[in-house]
């Protein structure tokens, strides 16, 4: 596209109408526009464009445009330039200007620097000569300066007559003390000193009346008699003087102790005022002074007595023991868990626990020997406060029942020992840091005192034995009554159960209504043991106590009621009793539950079950086996007796190796005894049920393994009626067994009882003539007795294949003469047993059976 020129005379007045406007809205421009952090030159040089370019063409594109005339630009630019070359010349002589400045500056800061440093090296040089010059050093002639040494000597030595000065001094005044209290008969110069001393006059008032009573002591030994009558000369405070020779002398001794009483008085009653306020500075200053008075004992007391802790409990001292039913009856009932530690006393040890963090803070500030003061104050606590209503806790205690006194003295124990650790812990004197050795060991004897008297000698243990016999015996007397009444010979098993340990159940019965009887027995406790034994309190005056079957049978609850309570004792003497008696503890404790569980309960159920087991051997009738069932609890029983002492009970006597292998043997006496007689028990009724077997087998007819040739199949197909009667028996003993046994005991009887099933068998086919016929009758009770123990749990007791000698002797009556042959070449060493049985076949005659027995 094409652009027509104008022509000269309008391109003329175009640019100067153009140069005008331009020239009026030229920018105009400073240092700072180009300084500017934000100046960006390409929008720089757009925005000249933009004021440059006409109206007309920047409002978009018309018909009548005109050519783009760059002449106002070019102005614009030179002009823009021009300015820029005037800034640029600006800006660098003030470039100039400022670097001349900054050399200026340095020249400056390395004159400075080197100023200092020479100032510096003058300072370390005289200080090396002033070190050198103190210590001594050899100077530069190799002379010694010892100016260090003398100025220390000089020092040392102005200490020492200091000292000296001071002492003068302090012999002069008491001297003059002396004068006056011998002379006098007054000591003025220090009653003024205790009015107008203040705390520290106080101090020296008590330290030199210290020694005037010791000059006094030497100088004037006769002092301390009293000296009556009219004609003796008296000092203005009315104190009488003796004659001494020509002189008048008075009683020195008196005078000083009186005025030294004076001041101790006068000292605590300051100290008591300021304790009312209370003002710990001065309260300092009069424990130091009173220091000199046996030991600051008198101010000490002062402070303990007077506190508040004591007078508001004194008062609560005579409070009688409450507390609501409930928890007193928990607290006796072996049964229940223990409730804790009594209220009353609990809420007194948490305001000991407060109290004494408190007051350990009021008393450092207040002492300068507050480790004394603190341990005066534990001391008063624990002897008084908490022994008191411990005693009164432990003596409602024990009015209940030995187990309440136990549990309540465990409890009591546990809480007051938290309490010496909380104190340890928490500091004291120290906190927040532990507490020094001295108080620790303090807490530790406060502890050890509270609790003496409950352990001295064996009376702890005694107490614990005491009450796991009576708990025992109230738990096992329907037992005991039960067994000792049975007198005849037992008929069925709970008449049998009377049978064994008559006496001990006997014995141990009297002793327990005696105890019952007894007028030292507190009612409540009576009361709890009556429940325990099951009896109702109008039943403990009757000598004759009704008892069940149930009463003489073995129950696994009451065995683990036993064993807690024991458990209970032991952890008890644990905390209790001090660690080298535990190991005698467990011993004591242990052997009453050997002599209760073992001997009393378990022993005589297996003595029962023995006799009983042993009546069924001969009988005409099924034997009984309803003692098979307690034959379990009784195993189960041994087991957690077993365990309870090998797991926890063993260990614990560890540290004594003596009384450990006296329990070892105990223990293993007792549990083989009891596993002897279960043994024996099994033994017995295993030749009972294989003598049923034998009477079962008896019954076995001669034609059933001879039957006629008219006999009906349908009758071969089942077992002959001998063999379902032995198999009958033998499944209810092995269910009977099984419900009673279990484990390896299981397995064992279960695996005998199968052998003597296969001997019994093997010697019953013996004694009868076995037709061909009958030989399929003979496999028919062979397979069945098989099939019956294959069932049992036999486990790895019984050898595989044990019971399959009877299918292969059943064979033996039904193979041909051939097969007998290979059978009998195949038997080995058991030939001879095999011919016996093949001498028992019908056709044993026969030339074919013959050949096949000579054949081998």
């Not at 203040?198 to 000059?215: E, N, Y």
């Not at 292998?661 to 596993?675: D, F, G, Q, V, Y």
């Not at 292969?808 to 195949?826: M, Q, T």
Request: some cysteine; glycine content about 6%; overall charge negative.
């Amino acid at each position: 596209m094409s652009v027509s020129r104008p022509s000269g005379d309008a391109a003329s007045i175009l640019s100067h109408s153009t140069s005008r406007t331009v020239s009026a809205r030229a920018p105009v421009f400073t240092l700072d526009t180009f300084s500017n952090k934000d100046f960006i030159v390409k929008d720089f040089i757009e925005s000249l464009s933009d004021a440059a370019v006409p109206a007309s063409r920047r409002s978009g594109p018309s018909s009548g445009q005109q050519a783009f005339d760059p002449k106002p630009l070019i102005r614009t630019f030179e002009h823009a330039l021009a300015h820029l070359n005037n800034l640029s010349e600006e800006l660098e002589t003030r470039e100039n200007e400022l670097s001349g400045a900054v050399r200026r500056a340095e020249s400056q800061h390395n004159q400075n620097v080197e100023s200092l440093g020479r100032k510096l090296d003058q300072a370390i040089d005289r200080f090396q000569r002033l070190d050198s010059s103190l210590n001594g050093n050899v100077n530069d002639d190799g002379v010694q300066d010892a100016g260090g040494n003398v100025a220390v000597r000089i020092g040392e030595r102005l200490e020492e007559l200091d000292r000296q000065r001071q002492r003068a001094q302090d012999a002069r005044f008491l001297i003059r003390c002396w004068q006056e209290v011998s002379d006098k008969g007054d000591l003025s110069t220090l009653e003024d000193m205790r009015r107008l001393g203040g705390g520290d006059g106080k101090v020296r008032c008590a330290h030199i009346a210290r020694q005037l009573l010791k000059i006094s002591a030497r100088l004037d030994p006769d002092g301390t008699q009293h000296v009556n009558g009219n004609g003796r000369a008296q000092n203005g405070n009315g104190v009488k003087r003796r004659p001494v020779g020509n002189q008048a002398r008075f009683p020195t001794r008196e005078i000083i102790e009186k005025f030294l009483e004076n001041l101790e008085q006068d000292l605590l009653q300051q100290f008591d005022e300021f304790y009312r306020r209370p003002n710990y500075d001065g309260m300092r200053e009069c424990a130091i002074a009173l220091r000199d008075f046996s030991d600051g004992a008198s101010v000490m007391a002062t402070y303990v007595n007077q506190h508040s802790f004591f007078i508001d409990r004194n008062q609560l001292i005579t409070e009688e023991i409450t507390g609501d039913a409930e928890t007193w009856d928990r607290l006796q009932d072996p049964d229940a868990e223990p409730p804790g530690v009594e209220p009353s006393l609990q809420s007194l040890v948490d305001e000991v626990r407060i109290v004494v963090q408190e007051e350990s803070a009021i008393i450092k500030r207040a002492f300068p020997y507050y480790d004394e003061v603190l341990i005066r104050f534990i001391q008063r606590i624990f002897q008084q406060s908490i022994q008191q209503r411990l005693e009164m806790v432990l003596d409602k205690a024990n009015e209940l029942s030995s187990l309440a006194f136990l549990r309540s003295l465990q409890a009591a124990r546990s809480y007051i020992a938290a309490l010496v650790d909380d104190l340890k812990s928490h500091g004291l004197t120290e906190h927040p840091e532990p507490v020094t050795s001295q108080i620790a060991a303090t807490l530790d004897q406060q502890l050890e005192d509270l609790f003496v008297p409950y352990f001295v000698g064996s009376s702890y243990i005694e107490r614990e034995k005491k009450n796991l016999e009576e708990l025992y015996s109230s738990l096992l007397l329907k037992f005991t009554i039960y067994h000792s009444r049975r007198r005849k010979m037992p008929t069925t098993y709970f008449a049998s159960l009377a049978q064994r340990g008559k006496e001990l159940a006997a014995s141990a019965r009297d002793a327990y209504m005696d105890r019952l009887d007894s007028t030292d027995l507190p009612a409540t406790q009576k009361a709890m043991l009556l429940r325990i034994a099951g009896l109702k309190e109008d039943q403990s005056e009757k000598k004759d106590i009704e008892v069940t079957d149930e009463d003489g049978k073995l129950s696994l609850s009451n065995a683990k009621r036993m064993l807690k309570w024991l458990a209970e004792g032991v952890g008890r003497g644990l905390e209790l009793s001090p660690g080298n008696e535990t190991p005698k503890d467990v011993q004591n404790l242990l052997n009453l539950l050997l002599t209760h569980m073992g001997e009393i309960y378990l022993e005589t159920a297996l003595d029962a079950a023995f006799d009983h087991a042993a009546s069924q051997e001969s009988l005409k009738t099924p034997p009984d086996l309803t003692h098979l069932p307690s034959l379990h609890t009784i195993t189960t029983i041994l087991h957690l007796l077993q365990q309870t002492t090998s797991t926890i009970l063993l260990p614990l006597c560890t540290p004594n190796l003596t009384i450990r292998r006296e329990i070892e043997k105990s223990t293993s006496t007792t549990l083989s005894t009891l596993e002897s007689k279960l043994s024996n028990i099994l033994n017995l009724t295993l030749a009972a049920s294989l003598n049923w077997v034998t009477k079962c087998l008896q019954q076995q007819k001669k034609t059933d393994f001879r039957p006629k040739d008219d006999t009906d199949l349908a009758l071969l197909a089942t077992e002959t009626p001998a063999c379902q009667n032995v198999v009958q028996f033998l499944t209810r003993v092995a269910s009977q067994s099984t419900a009673a046994l279990g484990g390896r005991n299981l397995s064992l009887f279960l695996a005998e009882l199968a052998r003597g099933l296969r001997a019994l068998v093997l010697e019953h086919l013996r004694k009868f003539s076995v037709s061909l016929t009958g030989g399929l009758v003979v496999s028919k009770d062979m397979t069945k007795y098989v099939e019956l123990v294959r069932g049992w749990p036999t486990g790895e007791e019984l050898e595989p294949g044990a019971m399959d000698v009877l299918v292969d002797v059943a064979n033996l009556f039904v193979i041909g003469p051939e097969a007998l042959r290979e059978r009998l070449r195949g038997a080995g060493a058991d030939v001879q047993e095999l011919k016996a049985f093949i001498m028992k076949r019908e056709d044993v005659g026969s030339v074919g059976v013959q050949a096949a027995l000579s054949a081998v």
